[in-house]
Structure formats: C-alpha cells, structure tokens
C-alpha cells in the first residue's frame, strides 16, 4: 500500500496547504517573464488546471493498468507505477527553483498517471496474492492506505511542519518518499498466483 493507493491519498491531499502559496508563485513568476501583475482570473484558472490536471493524470493511468498489469505482470506494473510519482517529485520539487509554474501543471499530471496505475494494480495485486480467508482483509487495505495518506498529506501540510512558504515545493515533492520505500521492498515480494497461471502459463510458478 505505501506506494499503492497511498500515494492516491497523499496526492489528494497535499494540494490543499500550500495553495495560496503556489498562486503567489505564479505571480511573482508572471511578473518575471512579462512585467506585469496577471489577472486574478488567470491565477484562478492556472490553479484550477493544477488541481484538475490530476484527474486526467489519473485517467490515463487507469487506463493503462490493465494493459500493464498483463503485459508485465502486477509486481512489476506496480514498480512501474512509481516512476511517474518520482518524476512528478522532482518537477514539482525543482519548479520554485527553475522559476516554472508549468512544472507544476506538469509534476500533477504524472502524479495522476501514478495515482491511476496504483489504484487499480494495488487492488488487483493484493486481492490476487492474499489466501482466500484473508482476501476480504487484504483488499481493504486499499481504502486504509487512501485514508492514511490522506492523514500523512495533511499532517505535512501543516504550518508546524511543510506548510510554509520555504518549504511547499518539499511539501509538493513529499510523494519521492513512498514511491522510493516500495521501489526498495517490492521487488523481493513474489508476483501474483493468478498472473504467473493463467498469463504467463507456469504452473510452478504459481504454486
């Protein structure tokens, strides 16, 4: 889960703190570039595109976790999952320090793509790994490492700790950390029963 639906609840929630301090961002960068002040309905617009974007982000990941899931199986479709959430760490982590508030808009779209992946293969890797007197069990996970995420962004985005103007493109970019613990632990984790049987034809495998 920690690099599953966990990185779909932090996402969620990690938006909200630093929002007035990323329009700020924008601002001081529109001025930069073209010498005046933007439109409030401008950095309205901007910021409901850095919101949103996460969604379509989302989609696409969703999308393509069922080709994925197939093609190389759910272990590693869920390692893959955190590529995408290290790319979009580091964009949104470099944006204050590169002057680019695009990085942003680009940094949640790639958190869409993994946040899409996980929620799906997480579910779909647990449920197909666990025995069938914990599968009940185990699938619910999904919704506890969404809330604890949620719990984590929020916690972080707190004044006492990453919600503060110094700190919001850490606060962005705090996804890195999951996404590195299960690139770290999964692979020692076997893949699913159901995958290496009925996808990859091995038997032995499987059992």
């Not at 696409?60 to 590529?83: D, E, P, Q």
Request: charged share 15%; proline share 4%.
């Amino acid at each position: 889960g920690i690099g599953g639906t966990f990185q779909y609840g932090l996402q969620v929630s990690i938006v909200n703190s630093p929002a007035e301090y990323i329009k700020s961002f924008m601002r001081e960068t529109w001025l930069k570039r073209y010498g005046s002040f933007p439109d409030e309905e401008i950095i309205t617009w901007m910021w409901s595109f850095v919101v949103s974007i996460y969604s379509i982000g989302g989609l696409l990941g969703s999308l393509s976790a069922a080709y994925l899931s197939v093609r190389f199986g759910r272990k590693k479709a869920m390692l893959f999952a955190n590529i995408p959430a290290l790319l979009s760490a580091t964009l949104m982590g470099l944006s204050r320090l590169c002057g680019s508030f695009e990085m942003i808009i680009a940094g949640r779209l790639f958190s869409g793509v993994s946040g899409g992946l996980a929620l799906n293969i997480h579910l779909m890797y647990a449920g197909e790994c666990a025995p069938l007197k914990l599968r009940g069990l185990i699938t619910i996970t999904a919704s506890t490492a969404i809330a604890a995420g949620k719990f984590v962004g929020f916690a972080l985005g707190l004044r006492e700790v990453l919600g503060v103007d110094a700190l919001w493109p850490i606060l962005m970019a705090a996804n890195a950390l999951p996404a590195l613990v299960q690139l770290l632990t999964l692979p020692f984790f076997p893949d699913s029963p159901r995958y290496l049987l009925i996808d990859k034809k091995d038997k032995e495998g499987c059992i």
